[in-house]
DNA sequence: ATTCGTCAAGAGCGGTGCTCTCGTTTCTTC
DNA sequence: GAAGAAACGAGAGCACCGCTCTTGACGAAT
């Protein structure tokens, strides 16, 4: 390819940012379900068949918008990570789960088209999984480190995982690398407690239950951390 | 009112039941945003202004479909809880927790409509809450009977629960009676953990990442369940 | 027997995603 | 610099959607 792009590249790129971002305002006032081409074309000045030139359909369109949705859920939770101490474990947890909180309750809905029902008719194409694991890897990541620093001091409580899933801590020991199978399965706890929780929040089951959301997030993931053993510094 | 309803009476009920029943099955093919009144109205044999005569809008169709599937779930759950011995607190939590689960992977696409990302423009009517809480009544019984009976050891893992959270805990002291507020915030994050772990299995999170995901299952409500001190008899 | 409420049907409004064609503009190649 | 190819915006149109309004038929109560 050349150095200098043509003046015809630019101007494409120029538009799709250009409809990706009106498309992601029509998202964030209406939802996944509001998000129609042809109001994104009116407010471009564009008839609505022009968009096709650019996204081949409203999934292409939907497929950027969650691609990109990833990447700054990705992007704030790396950040909140790199804002302790690297080896305060239970703090980099707690942080981490405020930057999905936080990041989940200013983009609603961004947050429900990745972790929300899933839009229906709509299939995530392989061009998601690289985004979609950003976050998770942060998880992973600090179960991993804490566990080799020796930080981890999980109480037994449950019974051991059974052999049965043994393939499946294999598979997750790519995210969590070096920790044992029981740990495995608390991280996956942990993890699924943190989302439950954020989804009964965004999703609304909170209302008229719960006042104080900040406060029950916080002392709900604090006990899913001592769960696997990230006791505060 | 009479005793014995009239001949229209009688008609009207059963085409009203017959439009839910028609909307349920186009819903658990399609999911909520396919669910279309004019199908239904075909499937009928009836033309699509006719159905406004028993639904005022699609949001009504939509609420009598919510209500139907909380009372369905609800049932389910109460009957899981009903089978094994009532002293058995710890297996009752399983049940109950397998019971969740099961109904929801039978019928995903209910199982989102009540506990997945709101319908875009549906704000669910006053008529839903008590149907709503059925099922969650049922875990606050467990919770509270537990307490009561002394069967709770929970572990002294975490902080205990902030001054500011003593109002909420009042107010989730309606589902479980009689529970320490420690306990009432453990019994939360359990809550949201379960239901956690379902909304990612059936919104299809787990794809690729895990196998054996009843087992997966059963060990993180077997955790969770320790977390409240409930442990096996 | 007549009145009155209920009902299905039909036409129609404004909206949607998407397709196809058509004339124009821009880039590439000779 | 001219010719061909590729990309582009506009427009019309298809089938669908939720919803409204009117019309004519039917059944129940007076």
Redesign the pocket.
Known sequence: M?ASR????R??AE?TREITDIARRQLAIEGAGG?????VA?EM??????I???F????DLLTALIIDGYNALGAAVEEADKAGPPGDFAGRWLAVCHAVRDWALAHPHEYTLLYGSPVPGYQAPEETIEARLRDVAVFGRIVSQAYEAGALTPPDLAPPAPAALSGDADNLRQIMPGVPDDLIFRGLTAWTGLYGWVNFEVFGQFENTLEERRDGFEQSVRTLGALLGLRPV
Chains 1, 2 share one sequence.
């Open positions: 050349t043509t003046a015809r590249e101007v494409r538009l998000l129609s081409l042809r109001a009116r000045g564009m008839v609505s068949s022009a096709y030139r650019y081949p359909s409203r999934d």
